[in-house]
């Protein structure tokens, strides 16, 4: 794909308007629930406990192995389906219908059992698709409005992170394919050797162990390479488009999207002589590990980090260093440039909903790229999910403590700075 990428700019409540799916519990509990009943009501159906043998030349026809593999399967998908998540109810309306298919063949009393459940899960399978459909339409309206002919180049970092993203899940494909192959041809062998053997004396019947897991693999295989060309064809047009996003609310985050947040002193200044912040960390946290690439928290009383540090700078110097994360509030939002063509901001590349929740990359005056802790793919939020913490909505020091106020314009920078006397710095914006 092209380096050239397409800007796009939502406002927060644009962002924050695009639909969120259910909770995928909710969907994979009901899947699980009525594949439970279904094998249930089709034990009951069949008397499952009035046993009924087959001879060796029976059971090893076709049909019958089909028909018990196949309600094994169902079997053991009902108990541990679980894993496979809100794909559940998608697997399950294949499953069930080949168990009704083969349940018919043979003329057991289960078939009409396994129909209705096929049918139900059909339905839940359909009402999570349509939902889901309605995210991805959502997101390609707002980005044909939004749309306005700004683009972005790519660096090499980020065509390298977009490439492995892409291409990570079809490792995954190739160990189900594996397994898959694997357990298949255990299988054919065990048939064909068990056709060309004399009917054993003791009654027994064919029964392949290892054709209980072959179709569950099998099963694993189709949702892994299914899922992995709907992302595909998701991002051949999602990747198109560079997203800034405004902040909380929308259909999935990550966590480098959070703004920056006061509080901290980075590593070259809290080594710098006379600081003793990182002594107040060791004495806060008994566990504390001394890393020298870290910061640490600002000590309320050190002498080039504490309250005072803050407080006794004038205007001038206050604004030069406003962009040192130690002189504000812990809760306080960190100030950012005015002019946002040249300042570095987080950014979600080949956002696509829930299909591709996007790569999180930074855009400077220079282009996109990748953030220094590398590449973080961002995750989805339903339905129900408490928005992202926004600590700059946490309550101030007392309006009778401040100290003076400083606007930041001046310095290219957005919002006020208010200054406490005991405290640090809160930053105050129109944002809210």
């Known amino acids: 794909m092209h380096n050239v990428r397409e800007l796009l700019r939502p406002s927060k409540e644009e962002w924050a308007g695009l639909p969120r799916r259910r909770s995928g519990g909710r969907v994979t509990l009901m899947a699980w629930l009525l594949g439970l009943l279904t094998v249930g009501g089709a034990f009951v159906a069949d008397r499952g406990w009035e046993e009924v043998s087959l001879s060796w030349e029976e059971s090893l026809l076709p049909i019958n192995v089909f028909a018990g593999v196949i309600t094994n399967t169902a079997l053991l998908l009902g108990i541990v389906g679980w894993a496979m998540g809100r794909y559940l109810a998608l697997a399950l309306s294949g499953l069930l219908a080949a168990c009704a298919i083969a349940q018919m063949i043979v003329g057991a009393q289960s078939a009409p059992v396994w129909t209705v459940g096929t049918g139900i899960a059909a339905v839940m399978a359909a009402t999570d698709f349509v939902s889901s459909s309605r995210q991805l339409r959502a997101i390609r309206t707002l980005a044909a409005r939004l749309r306005n002919g700004e683009t972005v180049e790519l660096?090499?970092?980020?065509?390298?992170?977009?490439?492995?993203?892409?291409?990570?899940?079809?490792?995954?494909?190739?160990?189900?394919?594996?397994?898959?192959?694997?357990?298949?041809?255990?299988?054919?062998?065990?048939?064909?050797?068990a056709q060309n053997k004399a009917v054993p004396s003791d009654g027994s019947t064919f029964r392949p162990f290892e054709a209980v897991f072959a179709p569950p693999a099998m099963m694993l295989l189709i949702w892994s390479c299914s899922r992995n060309i709907r992302k595909g064809l998701a991002y051949r047009w999602a990747g198109r488009f560079v997203w800034i996003v405004p902040g909380a609310?929308?259909?999935?985050?990550?966590?480098?999207?959070?703004?920056?947040?006061?509080?901290?002193?980075?590593?070259?200044?809290?080594?710098?002589?006379?600081?003793?912040?990182?002594?107040?960390?060791?004495?806060?946290?008994?566990?504390?590990?001394?890393?020298?690439?870290?910061?640490?928290?600002?000590?309320?009383?050190?002498?080039?980090?504490?309250?005072?540090?803050?407080?006794?700078?004038?205007?001038?110097?206050f604004r030069a260093s406003a962009n040192s994360a130690w002189l504000w509030d812990e809760n306080s939002r960190t100030p950012n440039t005015s002019d946002e063509l040249t300042v570095a901001s987080k950014a979600l590349l080949g956002c696509a909903g829930y299909l591709f929740c996007g790569l999180l990359v930074v855009r400077s005056s220079s282009g996109i790229e990748m953030p220094a802790s590398g590449a973080t793919e961002a995750y989805e939020i339903?339905?129900?999910?408490?928005?992202?913490?926004?600590?700059?909505?946490?309550?101030?020091?007392?309006?009778?403590?401040?100290?003076?106020t400083i606007d930041l314009a001046p310095a290219g920078l957005s919002g006020t700075a208010v200054r406490y006397r005991h405290g640090r710095a809160w930053l105050r914006t129109d944002e809210p």
């Open 249 to 317: 609310g929308g259909p999935v985050w990550t966590n480098g999207l959070e703004p920056s947040y006061g509080g901290r002193v980075e590593p070259e200044d809290n080594r710098a002589n006379g600081c003793i912040c990182r002594e107040g960390e060791a004495r806060r946290d008994p566990e504390y590990e001394d890393f020298p690439d870290d910061d640490v928290a600002a000590d309320d009383y050190c002498a080039l980090h504490g309250f005072d540090a803050v407080n006794s700078m004038d205007h001038a110097s």
């Open 155 to 193: 660096g090499s970092d980020v065509l390298t992170a977009e490439r492995n993203a892409l291409r990570g899940g079809w490792w995954i494909t190739l160990a189900f394919l594996c397994i898959s192959l694997a357990l298949c041809t255990w299988f054919v062998f065990d048939w064909v050797d």
């Open 382 to 404: 339903n339905k129900g999910d408490a928005d992202i913490p926004n600590r700059a909505k946490a309550i101030p020091p007392s309006e009778q403590g401040i100290l003076d």
